[in-house]
C-alpha cells in the first residue's frame, strides 16, 4: 500500500510539473505579447495552478481538461463560497490559456467555449465628495517634514490620479516642472503624461526644497516619497496613512487605497471632462473600464436633483 500510495504522489507530481511548465510558457507568450504586469501574471499563474493541482488528482494535465472537468473545478469553487467576480477571473484566465494552447497546435478544441460568463452586478466604486476630499487634504499636519509629505501625497493623487503603486513608485526624474506634467509608465508599460495642476505643484516643490531633505537627512534615494529610513514606502503603509487621515477628517465612508482616484475620475466628469480624456489620464486600455465612473457621476446628479430641486 505504501508502495502505491508513493507511486501515485510521485505520479501527481510529474503531472503538476508538466502543467507548470505549461502555464509557464503560456505567461512568457502573453508577456511578451501584451506586456502585462507582474501582478497580473501572477494572478494568472495562481488561477491555472490551481486548476492544474485539482486535475492531477484525476491523473490529468491541465492541457487534457474538458468541458466537464472545467464546470465541476468552478462548481465545485463556488460552494466552497467564492464571489462571482473571482469565478469570473479564472474562468477568463482559462479561456486565455486554452486559447493558446490552440495556438501552439496543441489541441483542436476549446473547452471554454460553450462555458457562460457568471454575472456580475456593476459594483460603482466607492468616491469622495469634493468637500470630503478637501476635508482630507487638509487633516496632516504641513508643519512636520512627514506630514508635509504626506500632504503632498494626497495633493498628487486628487491632482492626477495615480495609482497608488504608480505614487509609491515615483522618482523624482518623473516629475516636469517646467512643462508641469508627470510621466508616468503604467500597466503593461504604457506610458502617459499627466497634468500636475498649481496646487499639486506648489506643494510638491514646497516638499522637495524642504521637508524631504529633513526626513532623508544624508541618507539618498530616487524615490520621491520617502520614509523615515529612507526607503520607499508601502502600498500597505500608505493605506494606513489615507485611513487615519480620513478618520481624523471625519469620512465615515468606507474608505480603499483608489479613493482619491476615483474621486479625481469621478469630479472631472461632474465638471464636464470628456470621457476618453479621462480614460487617457487615468491610463485604462479600454474604454469600457472607464465608464463605471459615468454612473457614478450619473447617480451624483440624481442625488442633486433631488435635494435641489423643487420636484424632486
Not at 503538476?16 to 511548465?21: D, L, N, T
Not at 476549446?110 to 470630503?132: K, N, Q, Y
Not at 486628487?158 to 509609491?168: P, Q, W
Request: a positive charge.
Amino acid at each position: 500500500m505504501d508502495t502505491m500510495a508513493s507511486s501515485n504522489n510521485k505520479q501527481d507530481s510529474v503531472i503538476v510539473g508538466r502543467s507548470e511548465q505549461l502555464v509557464d510558457r503560456f505567461l512568457d507568450a502573453i508577456w511578451m505579447e501584451r506586456g502585462l504586469s507582474q501582478n497580473t501574471l501572477g494572478a494568472y499563474r495562481a488561477d491555472l495552478m490551481t486548476l492544474g493541482r485539482g486535475l492531477s488528482e484525476d491523473n490529468k494535465c491541465i492541457d487534457k481538461a474538458n468541458k466537464a472537468d472545467l464546470l465541476a473545478f468552478i462548481a465545485n469553487r463556488v460552494e466552497s463560497g467564492a464571489k462571482p467576480r473571482s469565478t469570473a477571473r479564472q474562468l477568463s484566465s482559462f479561456r486565455r490559456f486554452f486559447r493558446y494552447i490552440m495556438r501552439e497546435g496543441m489541441r483542436d478544441s476549446d473547452p471554454t467555449a460553450d462555458i457562460e460568463m457568471p454575472r456580475i452586478g456593476r459594483t460603482l466604486p466607492r468616491t469622495l465628495s469634493e468637500d470630503e476630499v478637501d476635508a482630507l487634504l487638509h487633516a496632516p499636519n504641513t508643519d512636520e517634514p512627514l506630514g508635509h509629505r504626506d500632504r503632498a501625497m494626497l495633493e498628487l493623487l486628487y491632482a492626477t490620479g495615480l495609482r497608488v503603486s504608480e505614487l509609491i513608485n515615483l522618482k523624482q526624474s518623473q516629475v516636469n516642472f517646467n512643462q508641469g506634467v508627470l510621466r508616468i509608465i503604467g500597466k503593461g508599460d504604457r506610458e502617459r503624461m499627466i497634468p500636475l495642476g498649481d496646487e499639486a505643484m506648489r506643494w510638491l516643490r514646497d516638499f522637495i526644497d524642504g521637508p524631504r531633505m529633513e526626513i532623508l537627512l544624508e541618507r539618498q534615494t530616487d524615490y520621491l516619497f520617502p520614509t523615515r529610513r529612507g526607503d520607499r514606502m508601502t502600498r500597505q503603509a500608505f493605506w494606513h496613512i489615507i485611513k487615519r487621515y480620513a478618520e481624523k477628517a471625519g469620512i465615515e465612508k468606507k474608505m480603499s487605497p483608489h479613493s482619491l482616484r476615483h474621486a479625481f475620475a469621478t469630479h472631472l466628469l461632474n465638471h464636464g471632462a470628456d470621457l476618453r480624456v479621462v480614460q487617457l489620464l487615468l491610463g485604462h486600455s479600454d474604454l469600457s473600464t472607464t465608464q463605471i465612473y459615468t454612473h457614478v457621476a450619473r447617480e451624483r446628479l440624481k442625488d442633486l436633483h433631488g435635494e435641489h430641486h423643487p420636484r424632486g
